[in-house]
C-alpha cells in the first residue's frame, strides 16, 4: 500500500500501513521515499498498537537485505525494537546479524583505506562529513565509488548495527542458532580483526559468547568432590564465580563462607541501583590442565572434555573481589545443581587433571 492509498479519512496512517507503504516503497525501487516513509514507521512506532508491532518485526526485517545503504541500519533499529516488544527474535535475527557482518566488513575497509591514504584520526560519526571520507577513500585504482560509498554508510552506522544486534542476541534462542549456523564465529573474528577505536564490541562479544543450557562439570581438589550443574545466561566468569559459590558453598555441599544473599541475587535477576556491592572470592578456578579460568573471561573459556565442560576448583591464592552483578544487565543467570558426583566417579575425573599453576606461572 503506497502513502497516497491510505484512507483520506484520517489524519495519518496507522502503524500497520505505514509498514505496508513501505513495503511497497521498496517493491517499487524508489529510493527517494524510502526515507521519508521509514520516517513515518519510526514516528508511528511509540502509538502502535503491541500486536502490530509483534507483526511488523518479521516484515521489517525481510526488507533489509534491499534496503538503500544509509537508512538501512535506521530501519534495523526499528526491527531491534520490535523484538523488545515481542516479535519473533529469530524471524527477524538472519537480516539484522547479516547487516552487523556487512557493516563490520565495510568499516574495516575504510580503516585500511584511510591508513593508505596518509592515515591519521579517523572520522568521526558526529562531526566529520561522509562525503569528504568518500573522496579521500575512493580511488578508481583501488575503490571504486559504489564500494568506497558501502564503506563510509558501513562507517558511519556500524554503530546503529550494533544496537539492533543486541537486540535479537538477548535471546537465548537467537544465540544458539547463530552459533550453531556459524554466524557468531564469523561475527567474532570480525570483531577481532576491527582496528578502529571509535566503537567498543566488548559488550556485544560477551553477549554473543553467552552459554545457555549449558552443562558444567565442576571438580573440587580439597575436598576430591564432584558436581554436575547446568548453566544459563552468564555473561562472565565473575557472575559464574559468585553463583558457584552460592550453589555449593551455600547449598552446603563445600565449606566456606557463602555468599550474601544481595550478591546472590544481583548476579541472577535483581538489578543495581546505583549501589556499589561488592562480590568476594571463594576459589581459584582452573582448567584440567592447571591454566587459571580468569575471572574477566567468560564461561565458554572452560575447556571441553569427554562432551562436557570441565572446571576444577582450588584455594584461592589470594583474595579476591569485584563488583557484584550482571555485566549484562538485560539477560537473568541462572547456575542450578543437576547431581552429586559419586565419590568413585569424582575421583576417576579428578585424576585426569592436574595442579593449578603458581601465581608465578599464570602471571607468566
Known amino acids: 500500500m503506497s502513502t497516497e492509498q491510505i484512507p483520506s479519512h484520517r489524519q495519518q496512517p496507522t502503524f500497520s500501513e505505514a509498514v505496508a507503504a513501505l513495503e511497497a ?65 529469530v524471524a527477524c535475527s538472519g537480516p539484522v546479524l547479516a547487516g552487523l557482518r556487512g557493516a563490520l566488513t565495510g568499516a574495516q575497509l575504510l580503516v585500511r583505506r584511510w591508513v593508505s591514504t596518509g592515515g591519521g584520526p579517523l572520522p568521526s560519526a558526529e562531526e566529520d562529513d561522509p562525503a569528504e571520507a568518500h573522496e579521500r577513500i575512493a580511488d578508481p585504482a583501488h575503490l571504486d565509488e559504489w564500494h568506497a560509498h558501502l564503506a563510509v554508510v558501513a562507517w558511519w552506522t556500524l554503530h546503529l548495527w550494533q544496537q539492533a544486534a543486541w537486540a535479537v542476541y538477548a535471546h537465548a534462542e537467537v544465540r544458539a542458532e547463530a552459533r550453531a549456523s556459524g554466524v557468531t564465529e564469523v561475527l567474532l573474528e570480525l570483531f577481532d580483526r576491527y582496528q578502529g577505536e571509535q566503537h567498543d564490541f566488548k559488550g556485544l562479544v560477551h553477549l ?38 552460592d ?108 595442579p593449578g599453576q603458581t601465581p608465578a606461572e599464570a602471571f607468566r
Request: proline share 9%; with cysteine.
Open 25 to 89: 516503497v521498496l517493491a517499487a525501487g524508489d529510493d527517494e521515499r524510502f526515507g521519508p516513509a521509514l520516517g513515518l514507521v519510526g514516528g508511528l512506532f511509540g502509538a502502535a498498537d503491541p500486536a502490530e508491532r509483534v507483526a511488523a518485526g518479521p516484515r521489517l526485517a525481510a526488507l533489509l537485505p534491499d534496503a538503500p545503504p544509509f537508512p538501512r541500519a535506521h530501519l534495523a533499529m526499528v526491527v531491534g525494537a520490535c523484538v523488545e516488544h515481542g516479535s519473533d527474535p
Open 208 to 245: 554473543a559468547l553467552m552459554l545457555d543450557d549449558e552443562p558444567l562439570l565442576v571438580l573440587d581438589r580439597p575436598t576430591g568432590t564432584g558436581y554436575l550443574l547446568r548453566m544459563s545466561g552468564l555473561s562472565d566468569t565473575f557472575q559464574l564465580h559468585t553463583l558457584l559459590a
Open 247 to 354: 550453589v555449593l558453598i551455600g547449598g552446603g555441599h563445600l565449606p566456606g563462607t557463602p555468599q550474601e544473599r544481595e550478591v546472590v541475587a544481583l548476579a541472577r535477576t535483581a538489578f543495581l541501583d546505583g549501589r556499589r556491592v561488592i562480590a568476594t572470592g571463594a576459589f581459584n578456578l582452573v582448567a584440567p590442565d592447571g591454566s587459571w579460568i580468569w575471572n574477566e573471561g567468560t564461561p565458554g573459556d572452560i575447556p571441553v572434555v569427554d562432551g562436557v565442560r570441565t572446571l576444577v576448583l582450588e584455594p584461592l591464592p589470594y583474595e579476591r573481589s569485584w563488583s557484584a552483578g550482571r555485566f549484562i544487565q538485560e539477560v537473568p543467570g541462572d547456575l542450578r545443581l543437576e547431581r552429586v558426583l559419586d565419590p568413585a566417579e569424582a575421583a576417576r575425573r579428578l585424576a585426569a587433571t592436574v
